[in-house]
């Protein structure tokens, strides 16, 4: 079987609980993942260097979540061409809202996808993860059925 390699990047200790949502899901697929700490501001050289290593180092996809419109997931994109998908996480005094800007507005040429705030947009991103290796992968892609099919089951509906 095929294994595939996410990188999770969390901007602070603060925000691992919330990552650790994404590696959770990305466990449920069996897709391996590695969750780090590292702030654009605090560590911009070690943030440099998981953007710039990446491919090197087989990550095919990197999930980054981060608040106070700290754009982490906008600095780890603009230093590899490995899709980056943002998680724009709450913060003081804002909420989320400074953070949802600060992962949303990217320049022409610089893609992030962004998901949901918090937990959910942890679950949400490490799925559109599996998505996008699924791309290559009919075992993936048949979890996902399973997966989707099993949330129809749970899913509320009034």
């Known amino acids: 079987m095929m294994r595939y390699s996410v990188l999770i990047v969390a901007g602070s200790k603060s925000d691992v609980p919330v990552m650790e949502e994404a590696v959770k899901t990305l466990d ?3 897709v391996t993942s590695r969750l780090v700490v590292a702030s654009a501001h605090r560590h ?13 180092s087989g990550t095919q996809v990197i999930i ?16 590899t061409t490995v899709p980056v998908i943002g998680i724009p996480l709450y913060s003081e005094p804002f909420g989320a809202l400074d953070s949802l800007f600060a992962t949303i507005q990217m ?11 918090g937990e959910a947009g942890a679950v949400n991103a490490a799925i559109l993860a599996v998505e996008i290796l ?3 992968n009919d075992s ?17 509906v009034g």
């Open 28 to 30: 449920l697929f069996g």
């Open 44 to 56: 911009p050289e070690k943030v440099r260097s998981l953007g710039k290593n990446a491919r090197r």
């Open 64 to 79: 980054a979540g981060a608040g106070m419109s700290a754009h982490l997931a906008g600095v780890l994109a603009s230093y």
């Open 107 to 117: 320049p022409r040429g610089v893609p992030v996808g962004v998901v949901s705030v």
């Open 134 to 136: 699924s791309i290559r």
């Open 140 to 156: 993936l892609t048949a979890k996902l059925d399973g997966y989707r099919k099993e949330l129809r089951k749970t899913a509320w």
